[in-house]
């Protein structure tokens, strides 16, 4: 395979992931949701399976926006997926299947949830950020918020496992100036 075809599918399949962090869905429930096998998902998520234009657009049939955008790398896939009525739907029928949702696994763990959720999503496609940052695209993006240091902890916890690396940058200041104390940044 082509260099240039294999980044291509490792971003679109990224996407994929991307989707599913922000609908709370993990392979099975993905693979439910939409009547597939899970070995298709995996297929693609392992990038052995291109993502079709068909299956693209009935993905964005069921959670309410233009499937095909998916293969566009430019923009970004809307958090709003996660309020579609068939979305709501799905899960309220099958909410009582734990291995369906990501939610079920990272609830019980903050680690789990940096480990296995945000390192996997776009929130660190731009470079490093700060806590303040990871957090904002917590609560925005992924619906989840952490209580007082859960979520430094868990960033120090990723590092440590080498998921995310971290590096010492000046603070970032509410006016968007730098301040001279310096503060931990996190990456990929």
Do not use: W
Not at 22 to 28: F, G, S, Y
Not at 31 to 49: D, Q
Not at 89 to 112: C, G, I, M, Q, V
């Amino acid at each position: 395979m082509e260099p240039k075809n294999r980044e291509y599918l490792i971003a679109i399949a990224n996407r994929i992931i991307t989707i599913m962090n922000i609908t709370d869905l993990d392979i099975a429930g993905f693979a439910e949701f939409f009547k597939k096998s899970t070995s298709h998902i995996y297929g693609i998520l392992n990038h052995t399976r291109p993502l079709s234009e068909v299956f693209a657009t009935e993905i964005g049939e069921k959670l309410n926006f233009d499937g095909t955008k998916i293969f566009n790398l430019n923009t970004r896939i809307p958090s709003s997926i996660s309020k579609s009525d068939m979305l709501i739907k799905f899960k309220a029928d099958h909410k009582h299947n734990p291995e369906y949702f990501l939610s079920s696994k990272s609830d019980r763990s903050a680690n789990t949830f940096v480990t296995e959720i945000l390192t996997k999503s776009d929130c660190f496609a731009d470079g490093y950020k700060y806590l303040k940052e990871i957090k904002q695209y917590c609560k925005a993006e992924l619906n989840r918020e952490f209580i007082e240091d859960q979520l430094t902890k868990a960033l120090q916890y990723a590092v440590r496992t080498n998921k995310l690396k971290s590096t010492k940058k000046p603070i970032k200041l509410k006016n968007g100036k730098f301040g001279t104390r310096e503060v931990d940044v996190y990456f990929l």
